[in-house]
């Protein structure tokens, strides 16, 4: 019996985008995940500045 090793990539960040509604990641392998900043109630109440950094 043989068993097949899977190789898997693990897409790193490639842009990271934030506005007042929404967390949006761009990944290397061509997908974006976007969450609202209300998941995160540290970015839903940081200062425009504060998100940029």
């Given at each position: 019996?043989?068993?097949?090793?899977?190789?898997?990539?693990?897409?790193?960040?490639?842009?990271?985008?934030?506005?007042?509604?929404?967390?949006?990641?761009?990944?290397?392998?061509?997908?974006?995940?976007?969450?609202?900043?209300?998941?995160?109630?540290?970015?839903?109440?940081?200062?425009?500045?504060?998100r940029?950094?």
């Open positions: 019996m043989t068993t097949l090793a899977i190789e898997l990539e693990i897409p790193s960040a490639e842009n990271v985008t934030v506005t007042d509604d929404t967390l949006s990641v761009d990944l290397s392998d061509g997908r974006t995940i976007s969450v609202p900043t209300a998941w995160y109630p540290r970015l839903s109440h940081a200062e425009p500045k504060e940029e950094n």
